[in-house]
């Protein structure tokens, strides 16, 4: 790395001033001799002559090659990320604004959104705080399920989006997406998202409405991108056509499409409507797993495993050995071999001082499943 100061010592070291003075200034004159004055000297032969002193030379720092020089260097960002929690609050509270947006008519802030979500972008292609704040935090008081709910499909779309090779433009895109994907449901009767496991076939009709709905609504608020409304209306859309609400195929669903409809379902099963009861990540994971083939492409699936894990951070495990541990990180290239902090040995017993372990450096030891917290 090219510093400033060795910049400046290599210019001095190059022009030795005060060498250059001592060997331009003439020798001073002998004292006269005390005896009768001598003849004048004869002069030399030309060739007998003693050289001219040599010209020192004096290198001039190269101002133009160091600026590029130290133009082409690496600048680290000393800017601090941005809080996950302050930021993922802000956006759910944006969300409940959208929802007094439908009963007043007022305008849409789009810009305000995407300068949200450019936001929430950034953070996470610095730091995974705000997916996991995302994928672990429940709602704020006073933020309605729905509000929660599309934050939540925002921030872990971008994840995926990035995952598979979305670059920042159109992550944003996605997250903005994501953030309205359901406002057609603020339509709908409340009591329908609690029991959706148990609607009337009159019910089930218009739960299956809500993406026509919510893409009538972002039509009225005049999108600034036309790929949101393909990427709402389709979000239900599933690989062999048994999606709704036009039956498309695969092949006829837009990507961003996909890529919000399984973080919908991963995002429902984690965290339903209450009453309903949730699944934890691992078991959410599994089940979109088990039904992979028939609703969503594998490419899709094994992004989400990569980001989400079977097993992800806080979650308690039991190993090989019947010791238990806490899952403190995930390995992207080995999703089923975390990093763990072992906390109780093989009988049961809470170690002193937990140990850290990274089972993709253990090939002996493995994780038999998943403990309940407080489970032994």
């Known amino acids: 790395m090219v510093r400033m100061s060795d910049v400046v010592r290599g210019i001095v070291r190059e022009k030795p001033a005060d060498t250059a003075k001592d060997a331009a200034a003439p020798a001073a004159p002998a004292p006269p001799p005390s005896g009768p004055p001598a003849a004048p000297p004869r002069p030399r032969p030309a060739a007998a002559m003693p050289p001219p002193a040599p010209r020192v030379h004096v290198a001039e720092p190269r101002a133009v090659e160091t600026a590029a020089s130290l133009d082409a260097l690496p600048i680290e960002d000393a800017t601090p990320p941005e809080s996950a929690e302050p930021l993922f609050a802000e956006i759910q509270l944006f969300l409940a604004r959208v929802r007094e947006l439908i009963r007043t008519g007022d305008e849409f802030p789009w810009s305000e959104l995407e300068r949200l979500i450019e936001r929430a972008a950034a953070a996470l292609a610095r730091s995974s705080e705000l997916?996991?704040?995302?994928?672990?935090?429940?709602?704020?008081?006073?933020?309605?399920?729905?509000?929660?709910?599309?934050?939540?499909?925002?921030?872990?779309?971008?994840?995926?989006?990035?995952?598979?090779?979305?670059?920042?433009?159109?992550?944003v895109q996605l997250g903005i997406a994501g953030s309205l994907i359901d406002v057609g449901l603020w339509q709908v009767p409340e009591g329908l998202l609690r029991r959706l496991d148990a609607l009337s076939l009159e019910e089930q009709t218009l739960y299956r409405s809500h993406p026509r709905?919510?893409?009538?609504?972002?039509?009225?608020?005049?999108?600034?991108?036309?790929?949101?409304?393909?990427?709402?209306?389709?979000?239900?859309?599933?690989?062999?056509?048994?999606?709704?609400?036009?039956?498309?195929?695969?092949?006829?669903?837009?990507?961003?499409?996909?890529?919000?409809?399984?973080?919908?379902?991963?995002?429902?099963?984690?965290?339903?409507?209450?009453?309903?009861?949730?699944?934890?990540?691992?078991?959410?994971?599994?089940?979109?797993?088990?039904?992979?083939?028939?609703?969503?492409?594998?490419?899709l699936v094994k992004a989400l495993l990569s980001e989400i894990s079977v097993f992800p951070p806080g979650t308690l495990v039991r190993l090989n050995t019947g010791e238990v541990g806490r899952v403190i990180a995930v390995n992207r290239n080995h999703p089923l071999r975390p990093r763990v902090e072992i906390v109780a040995d093989g009988k049961g017993q809470r170690l002193a001082e937990p140990k850290s372990t990274d089972l993709a450096d253990a090939p002996f030891l493995y994780i038999t499943g998943a403990v309940a917290e407080g489970g032994r």
């Open 131 to 171: 997916f996991w704040t995302a994928n672990n935090t429940a709602a704020l008081a006073g933020v309605d399920y729905l509000a929660f709910h599309q934050a939540r499909v925002a921030v872990l779309a971008m994840t995926i989006g990035a995952s598979v090779g979305y670059d920042r433009a159109r992550q």
């Open 213 to 299: 709905l919510s893409v009538e609504l972002i039509r009225r608020w005049s999108p600034p991108r036309e790929g949101l409304v393909d990427a709402v209306l389709q979000h239900h859309e599933r690989e062999q056509g048994q999606g709704f609400p036009q039956g498309l195929h695969g092949t006829a669903v837009s990507q961003d499409a996909k890529v919000l409809g399984l973080v919908d379902t991963y995002t429902g099963l984690t965290m339903p409507a209450p009453p309903r009861p949730r699944l934890r990540p691992h078991e959410a994971i599994r089940e979109i797993v088990r039904t992979k083939h028939e609703a969503f492409p594998s490419q």
